[in-house]
């Protein structure tokens, strides 16, 4: 009997792919104005050849609102399965996701500061939130890491864990601080802290395009090396894995993804947990097949609570991080229940 | 092949490994026997690396500090007493995961001479059965020999073994024991080895380090290391006239 690869399969990469594009489409189509697939597809493909727009058809919401946010969400979906995936395996931990760094919890605090601060950027419209999440967002790592070299000078993953967790709760306490005192500014700050990717656009699709491209290759190409910390720190090193650099370079990659993440989205919980549980009941735990088939999972699971968050109390729009956590802990709870059940049959 | 001189290793205030000395040559099983507490284990992290240590230890005549961790995967195998496997891997993921130090890289996908070493390596520990089997379902014996076939796969010219066998019944203790013992049999290869259990220790070893608290008390042949008096020196106790008790009660 052959064995699985350690790649995904065509076959299941491909399907994988037809999903998310159908499911982009479908988000292109549905919302308060409805358009049938084959007029968005026909601006679509217009807009591709730079070709004359079709007549009666709302080429402007296709291009200018619905696509450019519905290729934010699937970027965001993507980056942050990708790091929680990623962070599962590094810390052998299957409640990991890019938050327990508190590197999220970090970029959080830098982007509340910029909204109630104002800090702006001339000629952009978020530069000063996306600057200041970025920079806390490393800055935490930094403190996170410092911290934990200082207590563990082989930066054991327990120590990193319990010091990001202790960082992630002193930097809520800082916001919900700031958030007393931010007057006017409250609504606004909630609504992001509650994440959502409304008026999102190219600009922003830019930069998080860039970052999934480096962050992602770098955390894509040490996929050997997460399957060997699967077996633990000591037996990685046995094997020849450099524990250290891989932790740091994957630790550098998360941070520097889910700082992006947050400054373009807000807080979307959920998605880097459940997602990776998800993708690996079907593709197995291998993360040469874990790691590609999460970020797509999770790009078509990011669309499909934002159609929700659309459509469900349309004309009102809910928070995405609401419907991620609503949507994610159902998720959660079933499969943790079904993989204990399987573990004891 | 290995050789290790005025190794100390500090945990803080307290020295666990003081001054240590020895060599292991080819074709050698090297014992490292004393109490709870003596070093044996801490030894073993030094050589691969896992802690910070004064001396020098060098494999093939080249000082092991020099040498990338993946360099020295290549020469040395380690097989631990306890593995915990987060995920449901497959045995033959986990044997693969031997080959990791000599196909390193983004796209080093193929490795043709690992794909004969794991089969080798699942053929010598009898888990060919059991390759597509989740590590989570395995039982400890069988756990044991799926990491040893994955030390086999590695194919490294010295084997570290931290009490192998410490966990498991009499049969898988005597298989695992032996496969080592077959495996040493082979030319270019040495095994250095930390036990408890001392007549496992005189039964495959060929020379003995008998510890206490982290100084060398005794070491050389298995007959030279291993006498009443340094064992009542490092025990505390008549060892012989314990073990011959025990044994008498199979007479």
Redesign the interface.
């Given at each position: 009997?052959k064995?699985?690869s350690?790649?995904l399969s065509p076959g299941a990469l491909a399907l994988l792919v037809l999903v998310l594009a159908g499911a982009m489409l479908l988000c292109i189509c549905v919302g308060s104005v409805s358009i049938s697939p084959a007029d968005t597809l026909r601006v679509l493909l217009c807009a591709l050849l730079r070709r004359p727009m079709p007549e009666g058809v709302s080429a402007n919401i296709i291009l200018n609102v619905r696509l450019p946010r519905v290729v934010n969400v699937a970027l965001v979906g993507a980056a942050l399965s990708l790091c929680g995936a990623a962070m599962q395996?590094l810390l052998?931990?299957?409640l990991a996701d890019g938050s327990t760094l508190g590197v999220s919890s970090g970029a959080s605090l830098g982007a509340v500061l910029a909204l109630a601060l104002d800090v702006t950027l001339p000629g952009t419209a978020f530069g000063g939130t996306m600057l200041l999440a970025m920079i806390f967002a490393f800055l935490s790592l930094m403190l996170i890491l410092a911290l934990a070299y200082a207590l563990d000078r082989s930066l054991a993953t327990n120590s990193i864990i319990l010091i990001g967790v202790i960082f992630s709760m002193f930097a809520s306490s800082v916001m919900s601080l700031i958030i007393s005192f931010s007057g006017d500014k409250l609504r606004s700050i909630t609504f992001w802290t509650m994440g959502s990717l409304s008026g999102t656009g190219f600009a922003h699709a830019r930069v998080l395009a860039a970052a999934l491209l480096v962050c992602g290759a770098v955390v894509l190409?040490h996929a050997?090396e997460l399957?060997?910390m699967?077996?633990?720190e000591?037996?990685a090193?046995?094997?020849?894995?450099?524990?250290r650099r891989v932790k740091l370079t994957l630790m550098i990659a998360v941070s520097v993804l889910i700082g992006v993440c947050v400054s373009v989205g807000g807080t979307i919980g959920f998605v880097g947990l459940v997602v990776p549980h998800m993708a690996?009941m079907i593709v197995?735990?291998?993360h040469g097949r874990l790691l590609p088939a999460s970020m797509l999972a999770g790009a078509i699971f990011l669309l499909l609570c934002d159609l929700i968050a659309r459509t469900l109390l349309r004309p009102i729009e809910l928070s995405i991080g609401v419907v991620t956590s609503l949507v994610g802990a159902v998720a959660f709870v079933l499969i943790f229940y079904r993989t204990r059940r399987a573990?004891r049959c | 092949m290995l050789k290790a001189e005025q190794v100390s290793v500090r945990y803080g205030e307290r020295t666990v490994v003081d001054g240590l000395s020895f060599s292991l040559g080819e074709g050698q099983w090297l014992m490292l026997a004393g109490p709870n507490g003596a070093g044996k284990s801490t030894l073993i992290?030094a050589i691969?690396?896992?802690v910070p240590y004064t001396g020098r230890i060098e494999l093939m005549g080249r000082d092991v500090r020099a040498c990338?961790?993946?360099?020295?995967?290549?020469q040395?195998?380690?097989l631990?007493q306890q593995?915990?496997?987060?995920?449901?891997?497959?045995v033959?993921?986990?044997v693969r995961?031997?080959r990791?130090?000599h196909a390193?890289g983004?796209l080093s996908?193929r490795d043709p001479e690992g794909d004969a070493l794991v089969e080798q390596a699942l053929e010598m520990t009898g888990m060919t059965a059991l390759?597509?089997a989740s590590v989570?379902t395995l039982s400890g014996g069988e756990l044991q020999r799926a990491?040893l076939a994955?030390v086999f796969a590695?194919n490294p010219r010295v084997l570290l073994l931290d009490e192998p066998a410490n966990h498991l019944d009499l049969g898988y203790q005597k298989h695992i024991f032996s496969l080592i013992g077959r495996w040493l049999s082979q030319p270019g290869r040495a095994v250095l080895s930390v036990v408890h259990d001392l007549s496992l220790a005189r039964r495959y070893g060929t020379h003995a380090v008998l510890m206490d608290g982290g100084r060398c008390v005794a070491r050389g042949t298995m007959e030279e290391t291993l006498t009443p008096e340094n064992l009542a020196r490092v025990y505390g106790m008549d060892v012989g006239g314990w073990m011959r008790e025990l044994l008498g009660q199979w007479a």
């Open positions: 009997m064995s699985k350690d790649r395996g052998r931990n299957p190409a050997r399957n060997a699967a077996i633990g000591d037996d090193r046995h094997v020849g894995v450099n524990v690996r197995g735990p291998n573990a | 992290r691969t690396q896992g990338r961790p993946a360099q020295l995967a290549q040395i195998g380690v631990a593995h915990s496997v987060s995920y449901a891997y497959t033959e993921e986990i995961l031997g990791y130090a390193q983004f996908g390759r597509h989570l990491f994955q590695q």
